[in-house]
């Protein structure tokens, strides 16, 4: 029996981690035994032995189980030494094992191996092999075990556990460490959902799931596991969500809105077009939120191209006109300033004072606009992620739009919302998704849906087009007083060769194709003050053509661009190649689309062949959905931040439904979770949760 409060116990405490290792423990963030039980598998991998006639799947290991017939060590070369054994495998008869070493004359490279090899020994080996024969002939090991050592069953012979590690930490002697930390607090793991939860919802009581995730004998009972665990995942998750909503249902704003029409009604004439229907509907429901006694929390769902900007800009004018302050925070410098730009153009000569704050904001403006800022002399400002440091702090702040927030962080959302401890929260995406994910990621959220366009939109033509037709298209257009945008993709993995083919391409295209049109180029990198200014003369028509990065992925309003070249396009995902598009097609005249690329994959002629078929973002979202599954397409960082590890949202959509369910009940039962039963369910939620959402009150 292990005592109680192992679980708490430093992992040193395990057999065979000395101080060391316990370090290197610490940096995957592994402290205690309890830590080490919780440290899931990030796969599974199949390692029962390897049939013969079936061939290697290319991305499983060869897997053999056999006995030694003798052994010997060749030298292969100045820096290699090989070391061979022939073995007797059951079903695939003789096989020549390989093990690589570099030679060293200090020490012999293979002790320890050589006694594993003795003739007779029975061994597991793990490694790689050709592919496809029909009977194994040779292996190269990567790994290998003693049949006789009874944790050899930890590692081989079924679904085994691949966890993530790092560096200086082999995931064997990680596996053996979670492996040993289970068996030693077995006796401690505690159940913390309520027994009649269990039985509703047919999960496996906890300390088996663990078991069942970290030492599996068969996917049946893995996948029961994991499922439980997921469960846990999304019921910790609905009740966080659920207390933090009630928390701010809570909160009395103090403070009351008149719709006075002093700003709203010169705005509405000066913008020089009519508010769609959905528009207008929109901003009433953003209105009658706003004008409650608690906080509003509110997404605001919009294609690309129907008219988001002008709803918050409304929005914003209600909080000023009743003597508030308001934020609107983009995630790109050039969309934070192109958001200026049409906000002082709509406002006109409007009594609204609107500042912008970006890290490229000069030292001494930013200092004055701080300064104003804090004293209530600024009534609107505009920023990137800089309008979340500490050093900018409202007097009054009221409401805080975040434009295109899929690209923020709950963290993110979190610490704005701190600058307003009774703020309002409208939340913008074009980006759609579907209700389940959207509770996951906000839980219980009101949402707005902007589902017309502005009149006048002739859709976008987009096709797949050889590079030549495809630059005189942009030649044509330019004769007739057209833009066009010419874009080239980054991907963060080879930035630097990317950003240096993308400026070599641009000289190509100046010298050649392009020459006579008056063409620029805008990438990341340029400093802060340089991007801004070319996009201000794109813009204002100064340059023809505007060779870019994916910075001008998002808000971009340029409506004399009615040309896009997406060189490569088969590098972008679906949603960044829906965004793009959306910087043209903007006016009244049709845009056209041009996709450079040859796909390589499946998955990215299928990208191309969605963007093709249709211009609408809910389509297109689903699709990304389906193509990357929702981690990856929702961003890996707001995954990670919501503390889904064993949960797969593209699998368990049913189960998030049910914990929700359940997190309800609980909550009815018991509003605050004092119960006493409940005391182990409220610990886990304030450890996973607290530091993270700082604002949710669980002390
Ligand atoms: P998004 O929803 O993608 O942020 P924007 O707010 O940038 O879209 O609007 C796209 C374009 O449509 C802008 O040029 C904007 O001025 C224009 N626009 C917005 N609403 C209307 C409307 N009701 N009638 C005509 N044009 C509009
Ligand atoms: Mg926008």
New binding site residues.
């Given amino acids: 029996m292990a005592q109680p409060g192992i679980l708490d116990n430093p992992a040193q405490y395990l057999m065979g981690v000395g101080p060391k290792r316990a370090q290197l423990l610490a940096r995957l963030g592994l402290e205690t035994v309890g830590d080490l039980v919780h440290h899931l598998p990030r796969a599974w991998e199949d390692r029962s032995p390897t049939p013969p006639g079936r061939g290697v799947p290319p991305d499983a290991p060869l897997v053999l189980r056999g006995r030694v017939v003798d052994s010997f060590t060749r030298r292969a070369g100045p820096h290699l030494m090989l070391l061979v054994a022939r073995m007797l495998v059951p079903e695939h008869g003789e096989v020549e094992a390989v093990w690589f070493k570099r030679p060293s004359r200090r020490y012999d490279v293979f002790q320890g191996l050589t006694k594993d090899l003795a003739r007779g020994t029975d061994l597991w080996l793990v490694g790689r092999g050709e592919a496809g024969l029909l009977k194994v002939r040779r292996i190269d090991v990567d790994e290998h075990y003693r049949v006789d050592d009874p944790r050899s069953a930890w590692h081989v012979g079924g679904l085994v556990p691949r966890y993530p590690t790092t560096e200086g930490l082999p995931e064997r002697w990680l596996r053996e460490t979670i492996g040993r930390a289970l068996e030693e607090a077995a006796g401690s793991i505690a159940e913390v959902l309520p027994p009649e939860l269990l039985e509703r919802r047919e999960l496996l009581a906890r300390p088996q799931a663990l078991k069942a995730v970290h030492r599996p004998r068969s996917a049946g009972e893995l996948e029961e596991g994991r499922r439980r665990l997921a469960y846990d995942e999304f019921l910790l998750l609905g009740l966080a969500w659920a207390l933090k909503h009630k928390q701010l249902r809570q909160v009395d704003k103090g403070y009351g809105y008149e719709v006075k029409r002093s700003l709203l009604t010169p705005f509405k004439a000066t913008?020089g077009?009519?508010?769609?229907r959905a528009?207008k509907r929109v901003i009433n429901e953003i209105f009658e939120d706003m004008r409650r006694p608690h906080p509003m929390t509110r997404l605001l769902q919009?294609?690309?191209?129907?008219?988001?900007?002008?709803v918050a800009l409304a929005s914003l004018l209600l909080a000023v006109e009743n003597g508030r302050q308001g934020a609107l925070m983009a995630p790109t410098e050039i969309l934070a300033d192109q958001h200026l730009w049409?906000v002082r153009q709509f406002l006109g000569d409007l009594p609204v004072r609107v500042e912008l704050l970006t890290s490229s904001v000069s030292k001494a403006r930013r200092a004055r606009v701080l300064e104003r800022v804090a004293d209530g002399s600024v009534d609107i400002v505009i920023g990137t992620h800089a309008l979340l440091e500490g050093a900018v702090r409202f007097k009054r702040l009221a409401l805080a739009v975040i434009?295109e927030q899929h690209r923020f962080g709950v963290r993110q959302r979190t610490t704005l919302r701190q600058k307003g401890p009774a703020m309002d929260l409208l939340l913008?995406t074009?980006t759609p998704i579907p209700r389940t994910l959207a509770l996951a990621l906000y839980g219980d959220l009101d949402a707005s849906t902007?589902d017309e366009m502005?009149?006048?939109r002739v859709p976008i033509v987009t096709e797949h087009a050889p590079e030549e037709r495809a630059l005189e298209a942009v030649r044509r257009e330019v004769a007739r007083g057209r833009q066009a945008y010419v874009v080239y993709p980054i991907i963060e993995e080879s930035a630097r060769l990317d950003l240096k083919a993308a400026t070599a391409e641009f000289e190509r295209l100046r010298a050649g194709p392009f020459a006579g049109l008056r063409t620029a180029l805008v990438h990341g990198r340029l400093p802060g003050p340089k991007k801004v200014a070319a996009m201000e003369e794109f813009a204002a028509g100064t340059w023809d053509v505007l060779v870019a990065t994916q910075v001008i992925e998002v808000?971009v309003?340029v409506?004399n661009a009615t040309v896009m070249v997406v060189q490569n396009a088969d590098r972008f995902g679906l949603a960044s190649l829906h965004q793009l598009r959306?910087r043209i097609g903007?006016g009244h005249d049709a845009g056209r689309c041009f996709l450079v690329c040859d796909p390589k994959s499946e998955a990215a002629r299928r990208r191309v062949q969605v963007l093709c078929e249709t211009t609408d973002g809910f389509r297109i979202g689903e699709e990304d959905l389906k193509i990357r599954g929702p981690g990856e397409a929702l961003g890996t960082a707001q995954h990670g931040e919501l503390g889904l590890e064993a949960a797969d949202l593209s699998r368990d959509s049913d189960l998030l439904g049910s914990a929700r369910e359940d997190a309800e009940g609980l909550l009815s039962a018991d509003p605050d979770l004092l119960e006493a039963r409940h005391a182990g369910l409220r610990a886990r939620l304030v450890g996973r949760y607290q530091k993270l959402w700082q604002s949710i009150d669980l002390a």
């Fill in positions: 913008l077009f009519e508010l769609t528009q919009g294609d690309v191209g129907s008219g988001k900007t002008v049409t434009d913008m074009a902007l502005p009149p006048g808000g309003d409506p959306g903007r």
